[in-house]
């Protein structure tokens, strides 16, 4: 089992930086890809980006693509999230999930972190 915790939210202005950090404890997490997802008031979890264990892969949401940059780093046991240019449709709680393969399905992920509020004020 790995437990995961995500931090480095908070409000920010839209343009503002953040990087969200999901740091991880228990046995194999540099073996399985990690998926960061988010929900906004009021709609479904949606898939943000997306690493695979050696981190060689990406997916990226169009949403976010060239925004954002997923990385890992294994001996740190943690998966960062840097998202610039941020806007205000970016405000959601972000969550980190640990999977069984690459994805950008949510029903591929099996662990989940409870989650850190990004704000984006205009």
């Known amino acids: 089992q790995v437990q995961l915790v995500e931090s480095g939210g908070g409000l920010v202005q839209a343009g503002d930086s953040l990087r969200l950090s999901c740091a991880a404890s228990?046995?194999?997490?540099?073996?399985?890809?990690v998926g960061w997802f988010r929900r906004a008031p009021g709609k479904e979890r949606e898939f943000v980006a997306a690493i695979s264990w050696g981190g060689g892969i990406t997916y990226y949401a169009d949403s976010v693509k060239g925004r954002f940059t997923i990385s890992r780093h294994n001996a740190k046991n943690t998966v960062y999230l840097q998202m610039n240019s941020l806007k205000t449709e970016d405000t959601a709680v972000y969550y980190c999930a640990a999977g069984r393969s690459i994805s950008t399905n949510v029903y591929d992920y099996d662990n989940w972190g409870q989650g850190t509020q990004v704000t984006v004020s205009s």
């Open positions: 228990g046995r194999a997490f540099s073996n399985k890809p």
